[in-house]
């Protein structure tokens, strides 16, 4: 195939008919051999797929709505939005989706072997040998959505740009397993983010509009909007409410304020408001999530067992 990729037989797109407009890419071999499938899938509440057991390894990222992945007999792992799950090829597992009326994740598909013998020194049949979970990883959105990207737009030097993509996250998902308290998610390459970034996390209690931060980090509204999605992977008003949520775990887990102190020391005008922002950014209703941080034998595990 010609390494410029352009004709539009490389790969096939299935789109979801009705109101879940997710869709999958299939025969991506074609494009780069150690790349099987990739897309976005949208599931209604409560959704309960029907076990899988891949011959190929998995990586998801949950944008919208929450579920628990379940292996076999082993305890299921609960996932919320900015959560990425890494499982390895023939581990046969199903996933049940939460009440929430949205669901959305990010997948890929690939052969991992290929890229560990491309990349020796980054020890990936080591570190990725079994299931992992990590969460609160929003900057590995980014990284999903550049593989799609890539995969999805004819375009020079297509195979090269789809390898990169896809070894990039690979690097990222392991940096976030190996070293978590390392990963710079909130430092930017360029001075306003990481000044935007320096603001909503320490000021978060005010409304902030996009045409206000412009003015305090000194560019265009719309081009805090664009650099902000590029290298934060998410909007403004998305990571404000993320570090609001993250306030509050704190304040629900370690303080005796009521919820509606909280909501308001959080950023938030009304319980209603924070109720509902708390458990699309968390999964948990913020009066669950205290009860849950009261019994720690409640809590979510972060890892699973290695693989007998």
């Known amino acids: 195939m010609s390494e410029k990729g352009y004709s539009p037989t490389d790969i096939q797109i299935q789109r979801a008919t009705g109101p879940l407009l997710g869709f999958k890419v299939l025969k991506l071999d074609q494009l780069l051999p150690e790349l099987f499938e990739l897309g976005e899938r949208r599931e209604a509440a409560n959704h309960r797929s029907a076990p899988a057991v891949p011959t190929y390894s998995t990586a998801c990222y949950v944008v919208e709505g929450t579920n628990r992945i379940v292996f076999d007999s082993a305890p299921g792992v609960a996932l919320k939005p900015g959560s990425v799950a890494f499982i390895p090829s023939r581990r046969n597992y199903w996933q049940q989706y939460g009440p929430e009326p949205k669901h959305r994740v990010l997948w890929v598909g690939f052969e991992l072997g290929t890229i560990a013998a491309r990349h020796p020194e980054w020890n990936l049949a080591?570190?990725?040998?079994?299931?992992?979970?990590?969460?609160?990883?929003?900057?590995?959105?980014?990284?999903?959505?550049?593989?799609?990207?890539?995969?999805?737009?004819?375009?020079?030097?297509?195979?090269?740009?789809?390898?990169?993509?896809?070894?990039?996250?690979?690097?990222?998902?392991?940096?976030?397993?190996?070293?978590?308290?390392?990963?710079?998610?909130?430092?930017?390459?360029?001075?306003?983010?990481?000044?935007?970034?320096?603001?909503?996390?320490?000021?978060?209690?005010?409304?902030?509009?996009?045409?206000?931060?412009?003015?305090?980090?000194?560019?265009?509204?719309?081009?805090?909007?664009?650099?902000f999605n590029l290298e934060v992977g998410c909007s403004v008003h998305k990571f404000l409410n993320r570090v609001r949520v993250r306030q509050a775990e704190a304040l629900l887990s370690q303080s005796n304020l009521s919820i509606g102190e909280i909501a308001l020391d959080c950023g938030f005008a009304t319980i209603q408001h924070f109720s509902r922002i708390f458990k699309e950014v968390n999964g948990h209703a913020p009066i669950s999530f205290r009860r849950r941080s009261e019994y720690p034998g409640l809590r979510e595990p972060r890892l699973l067992s290695k693989a007998s």
């Open 126 to 227: 080591q570190s990725l040998e079994r299931v992992h979970f990590t969460h609160d990883s929003t900057h590995l959105e980014r990284y999903f959505l550049q593989i799609i990207r890539e995969a999805t737009t004819p375009s020079i030097h297509r195979t090269s740009g789809l390898r990169l993509a896809l070894d990039t996250l690979l690097l990222e998902i392991v940096r976030d397993i190996v070293e978590p308290s390392k990963i710079s998610s909130l430092i930017s390459i360029h001075p306003a983010i990481s000044k935007a970034l320096g603001i909503l996390e320490t000021r978060f209690k005010k409304n902030w509009t996009l045409v206000e931060l412009a003015e305090e980090v000194g560019i265009s509204r719309s081009r805090l909007s664009e650099l």
